[in-house]
């Protein structure tokens, strides 16, 4: 059995009875659970108050004096997990997820098991173990790798991203990547924060690892276009605007294909689909959101007193081999050679292109540092 320590961490507000039964859950898994964090986020149903009543040794609750949304939430848990705690790992989830026993067993066994893995989350049921899947906490596999551990023992499906309803990463990955962006407030601060995980190690979705989400519909996230829900509405200022800088960090192309399609499709599907409610509002929401989006830019967050360690980018290695070897064409096998294997000073000598490339993202690694 291994040593390894976990905080576990819930943002809440204003749900009683859903923290209750999903701190409970949390309590009671059967291994590596060291401390649990709990985010209050002002809420005014009786949380705080519930949460001073509680003796657990292992508990560590911050009170709020505002609702920093889910987003900021989430930066603050973080944060005390790197400042206040020497676990190894931090295990994430709104209030309305309910995890299995042997959840966080399934997760950390997985991550010791393998080399090389940036982040991992649970299998998601909405409602009930016997649920459908909970459609918004489901990750897109990444193309032909996603199969790589889908082992007898304990099987993973290689993903692209992660909601924070069950995901788990490890104290080093925080020094390298910094806190969850507390600016997105609400929606797609996840997405964020777990591409840039993946983009130092892959993530996977840990198939004997098992979640309830016991959200109040089972909807796909940010389907502007098929919201009936009125009080809800303000969220995809948040969803469009994020979006956009969610996209600007992982690529030109995708900030292009992003801002793009968010007029092609989501606009024009507003605007001229049937039985669309909130019509015009939801326009002005669309247009604002992507507006804001590019120009929106917050800086990454640091944890005090956590040592920061170089951030590797499989994104550079890729394009620092593209621009040493040009003309070579490559594998899917050469590729995951160079997401396990290579270093960026593997493709330096080849061309001026390559050298260039590589003296700036070094650059750019000092300067983060400093």
């Known amino acids: 059995m291994t040593g390894k320590k976990v905080s576990a961490a819930i943002v809440t507000y204003n749900r009683l009875d859903l923290l209750k039964e999903s701190l409970g859950a949390v309590l009671g898994q059967t291994k590596y659970l060291n401390h649990v964090i709990v985010i209050n986020n002002k809420s005014n149903d009786g949380t705080k108050e519930y949460l001073s009543s509680l003796e657990d040794e ?93 082992t007898p023992k304990n099987p993973a499906v290689e993903v692209v991203n992660s909601t924070f309803v069950s995901v788990m990463f490890s104290r080093k990955m925080v020094a390298m990547i910094g806190l969850p962006q507390k600016e997105y407030f609400i929606w797609g601060d996840d997405m964020e924060y777990t591409n840039r995980i993946a983009d130092v190690d892959r993530g996977y979705t840990v198939l004997n690892s098992i979640a309830v989400h016991k959200s109040k519909e089972n909807t796909i996230p940010g389907d502007i276009v098929k919201e009936k829900d009125e009080s809800r509405l303000w969220r995809y200022d948040f969803e469009f605007r994020n979006r956009v800088l969610t996209a600007r960090r992982i690529s030109k192309h995708e900030y292009m294909h992003t801002v793009i399609n968010g007029f092609r499709f989501d606009l024009r599907f507003v605007l001229f689909n049937k039985n669309v409610k909130f019509r015009f509002t939801k326009a002005k929401m669309i247009i604002r959101g992507i507006f804001k989006g590019i120009f929106f830019n917050p800086e990454i967050e640091y944890a005090e007193g956590l040592m920061r360690i170089p951030k590797r980018s499989i994104n550079a290695l890729f394009k620092a081999r593209y621009l040493a070897m040009p003309k070579k064409t490559f594998t899917l096998d050469d590729d995951l050679n160079v997401i396990n294997e290579a270093s960026i000073e593997d493709y330096q000598g080849y061309t001026v292109a390559a050298d260039n490339f590589i003296l700036k993202q070094k650059a750019d690694t000092l300067k983060n540092l400093s």
């Open 58 to 150: 292992r508990l560590v609750v911050f009170n709020s004096e505002d609702n920093l949304g889910g987003a900021g939430g989430f930066n603050q848990a973080v944060r005390l997990f790197a400042e206040k705690t020497d676990d190894d790992y931090v295990w994430l989830m709104d209030d309305d997820t309910i995890v299995q026993p042997d959840a966080l067993e399934h997760l950390v066994d997985f991550v010791e098991e393998h080399d090389h893995v940036g982040f991992v989350n649970s299998q998601v049921r909405w409602g009930s173990l016997e649920g459908n899947p909970s459609w918004m906490n489901v990750p897109a596999p990444r193309g032909f790798t996603w199969q790589m551990y889908m």
